[in-house]
């Protein structure tokens, strides 16, 4: 889900690690982070995630909060 999100991914801004590329580094986001985010950061706009979708990608970002 982190690669193919809203047919673009979070990938193409945030980067593979989702340590910061054009966009923050977004480890570890919580999925309230997450919705807020959607809401209300304009380059965000464009997605629109499910409910799954935003829980896939919170769960994966946790997960890679604990990746070195």
Known sequence: MY???????CSSCHGND??????PNIRGKTR???VACLQ????MAFLNLT????DAVAAY???????P
Do not use: K, M, P, S
Request: proline share 0%.
């Open 40 to 43: 209300t950061v304009v380059q």
């Open 51 to 54: 409910e799954e979708e935003i």
């Open 3 to 9: 690669f193919t999100a809203g047919g673009q991914g």
């Open 32 to 34: 309230e982070e997450i």
């Open 61 to 67: 970002l946790a997960y890679l909060a604990t990746q």
């Open 18 to 23: 989702a340590r910061g590329d054009q966009g």
